[in-house]
């Protein structure tokens, strides 16, 4: 079965930091863009981070420049999304996404409307005191 599996969320204090997995199952990630959502209570879901197919282009919401990053590593087949300095409104169900080889710029693949070939259940990130 194809489908993304991912982990790391958790209860984290302010001011503190987690790291989000992405994991592919039945399918390789190398040829795909890849993206980080997330949907904070009561609220629509809004993009986090995005790398584009080749991984020349990546895209962070004005939220996450500077406290998060996305990375990939080939050989476990796995994304993810380093997340520092966590405060109380980044709360949400974090979900990644994935598409094979399309030519969207990372931006245009942070868009909530973007249509991705496979999205994950979810992990729910809790940043409170």
């Known amino acids: 079965q194809l489908q993304l599996v991912e982990s790391g969320g958790g209860l984290v204090q302010p001011g503190g930091s987690l790291r989000l997995s992405c994991a592919g199952s039945?399918?390789?990630?190398?040829?795909?863009?890849v993206g980080w959502f997330r949907q904070p209570p009561g609220k629509e879901r809004e993009g986090v981070a995005c790398r584009s197919s080749t991984g020349s282009d990546t895209f962070y919401a004005d939220f996450a420049k500077g406290r998060f990053t996305i990375s990939r590593d080939h050989r476990t087949n796995t994304v993810y999304l380093q997340m520092n300095n966590l405060q109380p409104e980044d709360t949400a169900v974090y979900y990644c996404?994935?598409?094979?080889?399309?030519?969207?710029?990372?931006?245009?693949?942070?868009?909530?409307?973007?249509?991705?070939?496979?999205w994950g259940r979810g992990t729910q990130v809790t940043v409170s005191s």
């Open positions: 039945g399918f390789t990630l190398e040829h795909y863009a």
């Open positions: 996404a994935s598409a094979l080889l399309v030519i969207a710029s990372a931006q245009a693949l942070c868009r909530p409307t973007y249509e991705y070939d496979y």
